[in-house]
């Protein structure tokens, strides 16, 4: 695995995707009302999100957390310079995205047949399709179209994912859609550094559209595979404050790496993020409570370091 060249400013910048809303609280028992969620899409903003997946546009009966989908979209702040990613699973999702007034849509693309029928009750093959449609559904109303590979590294039905496998389905997906990014999803957070280091860097050496990485920290292994992507040239991560996430259809999915700590990481090696480690704890503290559990950040434990003077 290459590492990172250099210490201190770096002078790169990394972009980070805040999926709290939607990612992070999918998966949450206790409703969040509309007005909470508007809250902590406005309080992104001002810790610094200009990227935010604030909606998933699926069946609300499977994912009742994101069935006011459209009256989020509707009380979003328009002028506050953010980018709002709705995710969808279909073409049906596809349009409720553009109706909804989306930014930009995140298609999620599983990458075995066994997660794509738990999650989307459809096949890899079948999804591609979609894709597709969704592609040209997005390119009409002028909205771009990223994918996630869902299980890229591992799929609690099948188990291990190889690279190969992960890689084949991306290169049937580039050619299937005017994709304007592609993530890696380590959906249950089962990938280890060596592992994701190797499959970013084939699929970087074979595109030029933008990569980014979706890190769950089920086993502890997301900022080591941050480390690791960031080896392979990937600039841009997805993260949820407090470290909140889960999927529904994919047992064993614990919380998303924390905003607070990949902000914290980043920044102490000199990358440039624009958003603040401690607004950004104590966000998260807020909205844990709301649903109840204890934030799963490192820093809502221990605090930055070093301590302001």
């Not at 609300?60 to 459209?70: F, G, R």
């Not at 503290?285 to 301590?307: H, M, Q």
């Amino acid at each position: 695995m290459n590492g990172i060249a250099g210490t201190g400013t770096r002078g790169d910048s990394v972009s980070i995707v805040d999926v709290s809303p939607r990612d992070g609280l999918q998966n949450e028992k206790i409703p969040v009302s509309t007005h909470d969620k508007l809250r902590l899409i406005n309080d992104l903003i001002a810790l610094g999100a200009r990227r935010i997946e604030a909606v998933s546009f699926v069946n609300p009966k499977k994912v009742p957390q994101m069935a006011d989908a459209d009256a989020v979209m509707a009380g979003v702040p328009r002028d506050a310079g953010a980018s709002y990613i709705g995710l969808v699973l279909n073409t049906r999702g596809a349009h409720r995205a553009v109706d909804a007034g989306v930014d930009e849509i995140n298609y999620v693309l599983p990458v075995t047949d066994a997660f794509a029928a738990a999650n989307q009750n459809t096949t890899v093959a079948a999804a591609l399709d979609a894709l597709e449609e969704v592609s040209g559904i997005a390119a009409a109303a002028a909205i771009p179209v990223t994918v996630t590979a869902a299980v890229a590294f591992g799929c609690p039905y099948q188990g291990d994912v190889p690279g190969a496998q992960a890689l084949s389905v991306v290169r049937r997906a580039l050619q299937r859609g005017q994709l304007a990014e592609v993530a890696l999803a380590d959906t249950i957070g089962c990938a280890v550094p060596w592992q994701v280091n190797e499959v970013f860097a084939a699929l970087a050496s074979e595109t030029g559209v933008p990569l980014r990485a979706h890190l769950h920290e089920t086993r502890h292994t997301a900022l080591a595979n941050t480390y690791a992507a960031m080896a392979a040239g990937v600039r841009v991560f997805d993260s949820a404050v407090g470290g909140l996430g889960g999927c529904p259809f994919a047992p064993g999915a614990a919380g998303n790496i924390s905003t607070e700590d990949l902000v914290w990481m980043l920044e102490r090696a000199g990358f440039a993020t624009s958003m603040d480690p401690l607004a950004a704890t104590e966000l998260g503290r807020w909205i844990c409570a709301k649903v109840e559990t204890a934030p799963r950040s490192g820093l809502a434990g221990a605090g930055v370091f070093p301590k302001a003077a």
